[in-house]
């Protein structure tokens, strides 16, 4: 009878921890700050619905939506302007540039990103940058790069390629070794050294897990929802959202530690975001995805430093 119990008490205890990670799970899933958008599917100009306001702020925080009359942001009218904020989005993201949100882009304005805005005063260079050649008397065009910089292009000095970064103490134990192998990464690939200081306050590059409003003006949302931030040089501020699930290797049910952190220090060193969805810049990422340096990272940076 005792081992029969035993077995009982075993098997309820393995559906408890089960059903735990199962409502823990849709729990992240239901609570996404995005998760807004899955009605508004279908709406276009001229229409009025619920929570179109809500869109409005998020691409306001991306950058793409500006308006004089600051009311509008607070209606829920999808009026001109915000049509065009969709359709310059949908062209960044190489979508079709309806200027409605079809199902594309609904999806795509779903997943989890970088809280970096992908236009800043205005200004779109996310998209391909294109250059002018002539052939037999007119002027052609080719791509040659998707990368982008911050606004007035601000890069570290000649003076400090050799920089330093630092946890914050405190900062979990298992983030070190994958942040310090993105440094690495960057450094192989660049004209950068990188040394881990305990000096956080001296440190030229500060990096640690953050939660909501956290004193930098760029709060986090909670699960599902911006990952991550960091600054243009030579700020040297590196977040990532505390709330998230971070894991060292890939796996399924969180974001890779590494990966985010190759894609911060490429702001951190002056990039924007690109639309190459291979590139480590590109701005959105998905449970368990594991990406390293693509050819369009490296252009930039060596473009911005004019190597």
Request: proline fraction near 4%.
């Amino acid at each position: 009878m005792g081992s029969k119990a035993l077995q009982f008490f075993s098997f309820t205890l393995l559906l408890f921890f089960m059903f735990q990670a199962v409502f823990a799970d849709l729990k992240h899933k239901n609570t996404s700050p995005f998760q807004f958008l899955r009605h508004l599917h279908g709406c276009h100009k001229g229409e009025n619905i619920k929570d179109l306001h809500k869109l409005k702020k998020y691409l306001q925080n991306f950058g793409y939506l500006t308006y004089k009359n600051k009311t509008h942001f607070d209606d829920d009218d999808f009026d001109e302007t915000l049509e065009s904020a969709v359709r310059t989005y949908q062209l960044n993201y190489n979508l079709k540039a309806s200027g409605s949100l079809d199902a594309n882009t609904v999806s795509r304005m779903m997943r989890p990103r970088c809280a970096v805005a992908d236009i800043v005063n205005g200004t779109s260079r996310m998209r391909s940058a294109r250059k002018r050649h002539r052939h037999s008397g007119s002027e052609l065009f080719h791509t040659v790069s998707h990368y982008s910089f911050f606004d007035g292009e601000p890069r570290w000095p000649a003076s400090k390629y050799s920089l330093t970064f630092a946890f914050l103490p405190g900062t979990r134990d298992d983030a070190i070794n994958p942040v310090s192998r993105a440094f690495q990464t960057w450094a192989e690939n660049t004209h950068f050294s990188f040394s881990r200081t305990e000096d956080y306050v001296n440190a030229d590059i500060r990096v640690s897990f953050e939660s909501g409003e956290h004193g930098d003006g760029s709060s986090f949302d909670g699960p599902g929802g911006t990952l991550a931030h960091a600054f243009a040089p030579i700020n040297g501020t590196f977040h990532y959202d505390a709330e998230e699930p971070w894991s060292v290797m890939p796996d399924p049910g969180a974001y890779h530690l590494e990966t985010l952190a190759l894609h911060e220090i490429g702001h951190l060193l002056g990039l924007g975001h690109s639309s190459i969805q291979g590139a480590i810049m590109y701005p959105t990422f998905s449970l368990g995805e594991s990406k390293g340096l693509h050819g369009d990272d490296i252009q930039g940076i060596n473009a911005l430093y004019n190597l």
